[in-house]
């Protein structure tokens, strides 16, 4: 079983910088592919970014290639999502999630948080 939480949401002006952590209990930490989706209002819950350290692999979608990045601290058991250049249209609820293996899809991933808002005003 593994918990997470979310935290580092906020309101941010287009163009600006914000950094979302999630902390995850367990200690197996480092055997999971962490990911990070998003859900806007009246929209689906889509990926954003996923990073398995057990293969060194990351994934981004297009939309955040380039502007997001994502990474983790095994010691802490925390993952993190820097989010540089936000744009309007990134305003979300963003959510981790923990899976055995790195996937884009929201089906793989067995755990997840609670999520932190994230607005990006223009």
């Known amino acids: 079983q593994v918990q997470l939480v979310e935290s580092g949401g906020g309101l941010v002006q287009a163009g600006g910088s914000l950094r979302l952590s999630c902390a995850a209990s367990?200690?197996?930490?480092?055997?999971?592919?962490m990911g990070w989706f998003r859900q806007a209002p009246g929209k689906e819950r889509e990926f954003v970014a996923a990073?398995?350290?057990?293969?060194?692999?990351?994934y981004y979608a297009d939309s955040v290639k380039g502007r997001f990045t994502i990474s983790r601290d095994n010691a802490k058991n925390t993952v993190f999502l820097q989010m540089n250049s936000l744009k309007p249209e990134d305003t979300a609820v963003y959510y981790c999630a923990a899976a055995n293996f790195i996937s884009a899809r929201r089906s793989a991933y067995d755990y997840w948080g609670q999520g932190t808002q994230v607005t990006v005003s223009s």
């Open positions: 367990g200690r197996t930490f480092s055997s999971y592919a």
């Open positions: 990073d398995s350290w057990s293969f060194g692999r990351t």
